[in-house]
Structures are given as C-alpha cells and as structure tokens.
T-cell receptor, first 111, second 115 residues
Framework: SQKIEQNSEALNIQEGKTATLTCNYT??????LQWYRQDPGRGPVFLLL?????KEKRKERLKVTFDTTLKQSLFHITASQPADSATYLC??????????FGSGTRLQVQP | DSGVTQTPKHLITATGQRVTLRCSPR?????VYWYQQSLDQGLQFLIQ???????AKGNILERFSAQQFPDLHSELNLSSLELGDSALYFC??????????????FGSGTQLSVL
C-alpha cells in the first residue's frame, strides 16, 4: 500500500539557517505533491504544490524539489525565523483521489 | 481565515453516544473532505463529497457516516462512540476534485473528547 514517510523527530535549527525537511513515499507514482503548514490546534494551510514533471518550485523563502526516481521531496526554508516554527506536512494525491498526508515533521527555529 | 467553517469547536461526550459535526465549505467550493487527526495516527482521510455525491472513501469506520447537502454544507455523524474516537476532526474544501492544481482549504477543526 501507499506509504508516506516524514521524519517524526523534531528539527531544531538556529534562526537564519536553512531548514530542510524530507518526504519519502513508496508504492505509488503521484501526479503531484503538496506541502502544508500546521500550527498547534489549527488546520493545515497550503504552502506549495509541485507536479511530477517539475523538478523545483520556489515561493519567497520556500523551495520544494521533487525527485520521482528517488520518490522523494525536499522542502527548504531559507533564512528561517522563529515564526516558521510549526509542523510541516507533505501530501500526495492517491488512487482514492483524495490527498494522503504524511505524519509531519515539527520544525523549531531558535532565536 | 480559510473560509471553511466548522462547528462546534469542542465537543465532550460519553462512550456510546452519537454526535454530529458540521462543516460549511468556502464559497464556490463544491467538494468537501473529512479528515481525522490523532496523536498516533496523523491526518487520516475519512471521506470526500463532491456536489452532494460521495466521491472517495478512506479509512472511515462503519459507525461513522457523512453527507453533503444541496447547499453544499456537510455533516459527519459519529455513533456508538468509543474512547479511541477522541481526536481532532477537520473538514476541508476545494473547488473541483482531481484537478491538477487542486489544493485543500481546512477549517479549524472540531476537538472531540469521548469520556
């Protein structure tokens, strides 16, 4: 069955550094992959979408890569700020035709 | 504010009871999704409706049911509640499911506590 893996351990980095989060998937070839941000007690908020034929996508300080050979997406936040602290979820379209989410990685940016 | 409204925000009930969670999608969105989020399971897809019809089904228990009404709002009914049903239930909406640029807009969720 389709499986999405994100690092369950929290990522702690210093303000100003680049945060890199990983999303790996197996047993499927998604047409696109999305990244969401979730703050405690709130619903996920859409950040970026990247299609299978795109290698990289950027939006302000955010960058997403999509390697369909490795079945992996990397999510980068450059010049990180304490306000970037949150849980980041990757999501893939699935045979069920609804987005399937990874369990998320919590990012903590220290001032 | 995502434009998706969920009520109630908090719900406390006892085992064996039945509850109804309500969701109003963003104006213009035809598709509604329900997700369950618990600490050990992450965000789990339950069910999706499009323009009143069930479109996709995920890991939804038989004790749970949902529907989407003509005005496009949706309700998720949870019955014979068990302690393990305690979770945060999210509703999300999108304009049209299956589009290559489909993205979901989530409500703020209903926190269900079964005691």
């Amino acid at each position: 069955s389709q499986k999405i893996e994100q690092n369950s351990e929290a990522l702690n980095i210093q303000e100003g550094k680049t945060a890199t989060l990983t999303c790996n998937y197996t047993n499927y070839s998604p047409a696109y992959l999305q990244w969401y941000r979730q703050d405690p007690g709130r619903g996920p908020v859409f950040l970026l979408l990247i299609r299978e034929n795109e290698k990289e996508k950027r939006k302000e300080r955010l960058k997403v890569t999509f390697d369909t050979t490795l079945k992996q997406s990397l999510f980068h936040i450059t010049a990180s700020q304490p306000a970037d602290s949150a849980t980041y979820l990757c999501a893939l379209d699935s045979p069920r035709r609804a987005l399937t989410f990874g369990s998320g990685t919590r990012l903590q940016v220290q001032p | 504010d995502s434009g998706v409204t969920q009520t109630p925000k908090h719900l406390i009930t006892a085992t064996g009871q039945r509850v109804t969670l309500r969701c109003s999608p963003r104006s213009g969105d035809l598709s509604v999704y329900w997700y369950q989020q618990s600490l050990d399971q992450g965000l789990q897809f339950l069910i999706q409706y499009y323009n009143g019809e069930e479109r996709a089904k995920g890991n939804i228990l038989e004790r749970f049911s949902a529907q989407q009404f003509p005005d496009l709002h949706s309700e998720l009914n949870l019955s014979s509640l068990e302690l393990g049903d305690s979770a945060l239930y999210f509703c999300a909406s999108s304009v049209f499911p299956g589009a290559t640029n489909e993205k979901l807009f989530f409500g703020s969720g209903t926190q269900l506590s079964v005691l």
